[in-house]
């Protein structure tokens, strides 16, 4: 690999990563805790990721338990999922919330699929500017005669391989995702 391709390659990583996180907050058929990673609560006169106020477990495969740490964020945990809008079921238990995920239907699901359709999308444009980096990298070593034109070639074509397999990678964890909310 050469190193243009070498030095954005911790770049390409951190797409694929971010477009693993960005999606997996999209709802399937499924219970996920996943699915409250955005959440924030405001508790303690600050806001805090839900996650650091309370514990959060799945219970089975339609249900989410939250059992905050103090009893006495409840209430704005509660709140805070309610403002998430995440059409989850809240049911306050008193001392824990259980979020059920009701069934799906078929317009809610390809409307999900259409977000998963537009979030890979901007996956593949940062993989795309990404490779534009490189290429002008490439072209000014060329320009400035630290590479010849057969490396600058070679390079070329060892960056437009690496992208196709980015591309690649992101088009198999979309379909993954697609099958996941599309099975009843």
């Given at each position: 690999?050469?190193?243009?391709?070498?030095?954005?390659?911790?770049?390409?990583?951190?797409?694929?990563?971010?477009?693993?996180?960005?999606?997996?907050?999209?709802?399937?058929?499924?219970?996920?805790?996943?699915?409250?990673?955005?959440?924030?609560?405001?508790?303690?006169?600050?806001k805090n990721p839900l996650v650091s106020v309370g514990n959060i477990s799945t219970t089975d495969a339609?249900?989410?338990?939250?059992?905050?740490?103090?009893?006495?964020?409840?209430?704005?945990?509660?709140?805070?999922?309610?403002?998430?809008?995440?059409?989850?079921?809240?049911?306050?238990?008193?001392?824990?919330?259980?979020?059920?995920?009701?069934?799906?239907?078929?317009?809610?699901?390809?409307?999900?699929?259409?977000?998963?359709n537009e979030k890979n999308e901007h996956a593949k444009v940062s993989a795309r500017g990404i490779r534009?980096?490189?290429?002008?990298?490439?072209?000014?070593?060329?320009?400035?005669?630290?590479?010849?034109?057969?490396?600058?070639?070679?390079?070329?074509?060892?960056?437009?391989?690496?992208?196709?397999?980015?591309?690649?990678?992101?088009?198999?964890?979309?379909?993954?995702?697609?099958?996941?909310?599309?099975?009843?």
């Amino acid at each position: 690999m050469n190193q243009y391709l070498q030095e954005k390659k911790l770049e390409f990583d951190k797409v694929i990563e971010f477009f693993r996180k960005d999606i997996s907050s999209l709802r399937t058929g499924r219970a996920n805790v996943a699915m409250l990673d955005g959440i924030t609560v405001e508790a303690y006169g600050i806001k805090n990721p839900l996650v650091s106020v309370g514990n959060i477990s799945t219970t089975d495969a339609k249900s989410i338990v939250i059992t905050p740490w103090d009893k006495g964020v409840l209430k704005d945990v509660e709140k805070a999922i309610m403002e998430a809008n995440l059409g989850l079921g809240i049911v306050n238990e008193g001392d824990k919330i259980r979020l059920t995920v009701s069934p799906m239907t078929e317009e809610v699901r390809k409307e999900l699929v259409k977000k998963l359709n537009e979030k890979n999308e901007h996956a593949k444009v940062s993989a795309r500017g990404i490779r534009e980096i490189i290429k002008k990298s490439i072209e000014e070593a060329e320009k400035d005669g630290a590479i010849s034109e057969d490396d600058s070639e070679r390079f070329m074509k060892e960056m437009d391989e690496e992208v196709k397999k980015i591309n690649d990678e992101l088009k198999g964890i979309r379909d993954k995702k697609e099958a996941e909310i599309m099975t009843i």
